[in-house]
């Protein structure tokens, strides 16, 4: 049996973080196995990404939780990636993934800010609004709150003199093809585990 650590990807949309994180098992074969891709919307075309890439997908409304919990345990994946999923998980989700040993839900989402600015919806609409000069990308563990759970990876990046909101979020959207991966390889090394001290928002990579 494959060493290689299963994983379940959940994307509401265009999948470009789905492929992302597919490519990087594609190429790691040995270090990450993708079991299934699952979405909330028949029109996704993450669900076409998956087909591309040989991984079974699967048609789950947001309303029905109890069909998503038979999924994952057919599937048995270790890890959860939130790549784009427009909808908060259940608790049976996060039950499910839950580690006793690490503390936490094995479940990653990525983000369009350096949290906790901007949570919910269109970080990075917001922050150009704002006229922020620095934003960036965070990888996040997902807990019961709207993006609360504590941060594995961010990375930032400057606002130019002349860029649009367009080019500003090109500039976040390359560095989540990058920087989401990347988490994954470190979960599927065990570096990932919870920092000391009391109030702490950040991962520790071991």
């Known amino acids: 049996m494959s060493s290689a650590l299963p994983f379940v990807i959940l994307a509401s949309g265009t999948g470009t973080n789905a492929r992302a994180l597919l490519q990087a098992a594609e190429q790691e074969s040995s270090l990450l196995r993708c079991v299934g891709l ?5 029109s996704a075309p993450a669900l076409e990404i998956a087909a591309e890439f040989g991984v079974e997908a699967a048609v789950i409304p947001a309303s029905n939780p109890a069909q998503l919990l038979d999924y994952l345990k057919q599937k048995e994946p270790r890890w959860a990636c ?12 996060l039950q499910f993934f839950h580690d006793e040993a690490l503390g936490f839900a094995r479940v990653m989402n990525v983000h369009p800010s ?3 600015a901007y949570p919910g919806l269109h970080g990075y ?12 990308v965070t990888v996040h563990l997902v807990d019961g709150g709207l993006d609360t759970g504590h941060v594995i990876l961010q990375r930032s990046f ?12 090109a500039k976040g ?10 988490a994954l390889k470190h979960a599927a090394a065990g570096r990932i585990k919870l920092q000391g001290g009391a109030g702490s928002r950040f991962i520790s990579l071991e």
């Open 38 to 42: 699952v979405s909330d919307r028949a």
């Open 82 to 93: 939130l790549a784009g999923y427009k909808r908060i998980v259940p608790d049976s989700f």
């Open 114 to 116: 350096l949290l906790p």
């Open 125 to 136: 609409r917001r922050a150009f609004a704002d006229g922020v000069k620095v934003s960036g």
């Open 158 to 169: 400057t606002r130019g003199t002349h860029d649009t909101e367009s080019s500003f979020t």
């Open 173 to 182: 959207r390359a560095i989540e093809l990058e920087l989401f991966p990347a």
